[in-house]
């Protein structure tokens, strides 16, 4: 019997009810790690890290966070203009495979016009994004800068008239 623990993504193995024991205590069959067990066989007790620390959140996490500051930036300074523009992340172009093919760089987001059901989509591509800035400490300023540069081609302006702060660098 295995449980699984969709926080940690860690499977735990239970004790099985019906394993015979010698009089030693030991387990037929069955390997040291396969019998040991935490007290009571509940597993793991807590979190491992706690929300206030800086570890619970995963890079993901925290690029979202990025790519909804830069949005929320613009939407400040553009106000209704930008009503409905929906921004997400994914992690990688769908069609990447064909462009590695060509030799062909890879782009770190998209502008998905509206169509009669939903609005205008931009998308961030994360791991493109990550690898093509030199350190973590410039990450939001690139990922300001996609963001703005997808909005800027949606709306038909220069990315320098749409945020007074960009400034492409990479």
Same mark, same amino acid.
């Given at each position: 019997?295995?449980?699984?623990?969709?926080?940690?993504?860690?499977?735990?193995?239970?004790?099985?009810?019906?394993?015979?024991?010698?009089?030693?205590?030991?387990?037929?069959?069955?390997?040291?790690?396969?019998?040991?067990?935490?007290?009571?066989?509940?597993?793991?007790?807590?979190? *491992? =890290?706690?929300?206030?620390? &800086? @570890?619970?959140?995963?890079?993901? +996490?925290?690029?979202? $966070?990025? !790519?909804?500051?830069?949005?929320?930036?613009?939407?400040?300074?553009?106000?209704?203009?930008?009503?409905?523009?929906?921004?997400?992340?994914?992690?990688?172009?769908?069609?990447?495979?064909?462009?590695?093919?060509?030799?062909?760089?890879?782009?770190?987001?998209?502008?998905?016009?509206?169509?009669?059901?939903?609005?205008?989509?931009?998308?961030?591509?994360?791991? *493109? =994004?990550?690898?093509?800035? &030199? @350190?973590?400490?410039?990450?939001? +300023?690139?990922?300001? $800068?996609? !963001?703005?540069?997808?909005?800027?081609?949606?709306?038909?302006?220069?990315?320098?008239?749409?945020?007074?702060?960009?400034?492409?660098?990479?």
């Amino acid at each position: 019997m295995q449980s699984s623990n969709q926080k940690s993504g860690f499977t735990v193995r239970l004790a099985d009810p019906d394993a015979r024991t010698d009089p030693h205590g030991e387990s037929s069959g069955r390997s040291f790690m396969q019998r040991r067990r935490n007290r009571h066989g509940r597993g793991l007790r807590g979190e *491992v =890290v706690l929300p206030t620390h &800086p @570890g619970y959140r995963t890079r993901a +996490d925290r690029f979202d $966070d990025m !790519v909804l500051d830069s949005a929320q930036r613009l939407h400040d300074i553009w106000g209704k203009t930008l009503d409905g523009v929906r921004f997400g992340v994914d992690e990688i172009p769908p069609d990447l495979e064909q462009l590695a093919a060509a030799s062909a760089p890879a782009p770190l987001g998209a502008y998905i016009p509206a169509t009669d059901a939903e609005g205008p989509m931009i998308t961030v591509y994360r791991r *493109v =994004v990550e690898q093509a800035c &030199p @350190g973590i400490e410039e990450l939001q +300023d690139l990922v300001h $800068d996609v !963001v703005v540069e997808h909005t800027a081609e949606m709306l038909g302006v220069a990315p320098e008239t749409l945020d007074p702060v960009y400034r492409r660098r990479y």
